[in-house]
């Protein structure tokens, strides 16, 4: 989800949050962390290049074109898989 605050900071409990992406509100409890239970219902389509939805897969050449571009840095790393 992409949350935007309605409220301005303060006590947690009572700051609600909206998802930019489907239009969704709920207090902070509700919209984010292991408790959640507002799930964002936006509905993507697939990526034209790879098919991957709601994300890119790993080998997306859309994706792998937009990392190459200058002045973009990637930080981290993949996790080992055991094929690797």
Do not use: F, N, S
């Amino acid at each position: 989800m992409h949350l935007v605050a309605l409220d301005p900071p303060g006590p947690a409990a009572k700051r609600r949050w909206r998802c930019q992406c489907c239009g969704l509100t709920g207090l902070t409890h509700e919209m984010m962390g292991p408790e959640r239970t507002i799930e964002c219902t936006a509905v993507y389509p697939p990526c034209d290049a790879c098919g991957g939805t709601p994300e890119c897969t790993l080998d997306c050449p859309l994706m792998a074109k937009a990392l190459r571009a200058p002045g973009v840095a990637v930080i981290g790393k993949l996790p080992k898989t055991r094929d690797a």
